[in-house]
């Protein structure tokens, strides 16, 4: 997927554990871990809107897209 | 009426298809037992005759004889393929069973959508498929195509349960 979730940066620059973010939120912690590590398939607003609330961010902070090699390829397949 | 998790319709059945499994193993070993003896009094043929000579007839063996007659005159060869062919019939039956028991057993446990049961019922209609060109029966074909639509069912609802679970 080409959408990178930046928790764990967010995380480490407010100084704030995973545990204390789960619980802040009220997400468990498998959960939270899920967000970090990338596996997740889609996240509800209301868990973004608490995030963003904990951590004093911008749901932009959060997110990054960065493009795939197939998609790169494609893009200068039709610009050459 | 509960049908997913303990106490419900698929416990019930995981627990009777356990039993129907022993149950039908059983009964082809006797079947086995039973038609290898009738291979050999048949292919001796002193058995029958002794019974006709001493006027010993039960009402049933009467009934059958004209069977009894036709099993008899088969070529040996073809008496004995009788028996490694019932035998592909019970283990295809037996793997049926044993499948479906594991899929009940995992509704039993409340595991639904999951990839291992859209494996377990994948080859099930693949095990079926193989019992009706065996048995050529076209009820377990028509089952075999059911299953194969369930197949695709619960890869869909897999998919949304996977889809469900990774939502934060």
């Known amino acids: 997927m080409s959408i990178i979730f930046r928790l764990d940066r967010v995380m480490a620059d407010r100084k704030m554990s995973l545990n204390e973010l789960a619980r802040r939120i009220q997400l468990t912690d498998s959960n939270l871990s ?12 209301l868990t973004l809107d608490a995030i963003c609330r904990e951590l004093n961010c911008q749901p932009g902070d959060l997110l990054e897209y960065q493009a795939d090699e197939l998609t790169t390829d494609k893009e200068g397949g039709g610009t050459e | 009426m509960k049908y997913f998790g303990k106490k419900s319709l698929s416990s ?14 059983v009964f082809s070993i006797i079947a086995a037992v039973f038609g290898t003896v009738m291979i050999i009094i048949s292919s001796g043929d002193h058995v029958m005759t002794e019974l006709a000579k001493c006027n010993i007839t039960v009402p049933e063996m009467e009934a059958n004889d004209k069977d009894w007659e036709t099993f008899r005159n088969l070529p040996l ?4 393929f009788i028996m490694p062919y019932m035998a592909a019939v019970v283990a295809l039956l037996l793997k049926i069973i044993t499948r479906a028991q594991q899929l009940f057993s995992n509704f039993k446990n409340d595991v639904v959508f999951n990839k291992t049961n859209v494996h377990l019922i ?4 693949r095990l079926m498929i193989a019992f009706s060109i065996v048995t050529f029966s076209f009820y377990s074909l028509l089952v075999s195509i059911i299953l194969l639509m369930l197949c695709e069912i619960f890869k869909s609802g897999t998919a949304l349960q996977e889809e469900h679970d990774l939502t934060v």
């Open chain 2, 77 to 80: 060869g073809v008496k004995f």
């Open chain 2, 12 to 25: 019930f059945l995981s627990s009777f298809l356990r039993v129907l499994w022993h149950i039908v193993l």
């Open chain 2, 122 to 125: 994948s080859k099930m209609s």
């Open chain 1, 34 to 45: 899920i967000l970090k590590t990338g596996k997740a398939k889609a996240i509800r607003v």
